[in-house]
């Protein structure tokens, strides 16, 4: 009776401990969309090199300061010349990827940036198909019919549709997705959490951005500080963003340690329907009901690509060498994902 209650006990912290972790992961994640987009539109500040910039200092300075002061997470060491042959060129995709989803913030609504982005899953089958070679299930295939049928519908249903802003999100999936191939050969070896992964990219990101951040906006940020009015407050939002951002990372590697893989795909396609719903709460920008029942289309499609890959690779790890693996897929928004190994990466 005892055991039985102490076991009950557990399985309920357990749960407890799951929630927990996926609501704080859906407010890092919805507070950091919803406060670039806010610095876009409300603070006038229309520089996203800038505000990524920004992004990945705090980043740099956090990651330093867990791993290095507070000791929270072991370092991982990665020789000098890795960091250059390995982490370089991931950290080079990664600064585009973070640059795209913010231009895309900039020029569309968070519901329509959100939506495209669930576009991921499709753009990673598809580039190892095409760039690879690589083999997928017909289940795979089937199960990105929904998205790219609720991608479509939500484009040509979208009241504020901007091309420039289209393009910069399309093109941000891939990115995302040639960092996911690229992590797979590239840290190959190397068990990065989120943390450590920040610790090492953010700061190769930085320096990759600095220049083209203070040659392309650095006169228009200038001006804005000359003109804005309230100049204390907006710049706290800025860095608050970034900081942000980084507490992102840590509710990543949280979640993910703290929930299973299906749980883990649900709970972010959820995440999304909360950041569209959000959005729509503060900015209102306007919704078709087709726009909606596009982007509905799409999150069930992500959530059956999820579902289809778990069991294909439940398949593989219970030794059916007919069904091959299916790759790893990560939901990308804005935010800097773990590169794990082992069981953990079947998560991400």
Request: proline share 4%.
């Amino acid at each position: 009776m005892e055991e039985s209650m102490a076991a009950l006990g557990t399985l309920n912290w357990t749960m407890v401990r799951a929630i927990l972790a996926i609501l704080q992961w859906w407010g890092f994640n919805v507070t950091v969309i919803i406060m670039n987009k806010w610095i876009f539109q409300k603070l006038d500040f229309k520089f996203p090199l800038t505000v990524s910039c920004v992004h990945f200092i705090c980043s740099s300075i956090g990651a330093y300061i867990v791993i290095k002061v507070l000791k929270m997470k072991p370092l991982i060491e990665v020789e000098q010349e890795d960091r250059w042959r390995r982490i370089f060129p991931m950290s080079f995709v990664f600064c585009i990827n973070i640059v795209l989803g913010n231009v895309s913030l900039r020029y569309i609504p968070v519901s329509f940036m959100q939506t495209i982005k669930s576009f991921t899953p499709a753009t990673t089958v598809i580039l190892q198909w095409l760039v690879w070679r690589k083999y997928f299930e017909w289940r795979i295939w089937a199960s990105l019919v929904p998205i790219v049928g609720g991608i479509l519908l939500t484009s040509i249903t979208e009241l504020s549709f901007n091309m420039f802003g289209f393009c910069a999100a399309l093109f941000g999936c891939l990115a995302t997705s040639t960092k996911t191939i690229l992590a797979e050969s590239l840290l190959h070896g190397y068990k990065f959490d989120s943390i450590n992964t920040v610790y090492y990219m953010a700061p190769f990101a930085t320096m990759i951005l600095a220049i083209p951040a203070l040659l392309l906006e650095g006169g228009g940020v200038i001006n804005w500080f000359y003109t804005h009015e309230d100049i204390f407050s907006s710049m706290m939002i800025i860095f608050g963003s970034g900081v942000t951002a980084f507490c992102l990372n840590f509710s990543i590697f949280y979640v993910i340690h703290s929930t299973t893989a299906v749980t883990f795909n649900v709970a972010g396609n959820l995440k999304v329907a909360v950041a569209v719903l959000v959005s729509w709460m503060i900015f209102r920008n306007p919704i078709s009901a087709m726009n909606a029942i596009g982007c509905a289309i799409t999150l069930i499609g992500c959530t059956f690509y999820g579902y289809v890959r778990h069991l294909l690779s439940q398949q593989a790890s219970s030794g059916n060498p007919s069904t091959p693996k299916t790759p790893r897929t990560p939901r990308g928004l804005m935010e800097m994902l773990p590169l794990v190994s082992g069981d953990k990466q079947e998560k991400v």
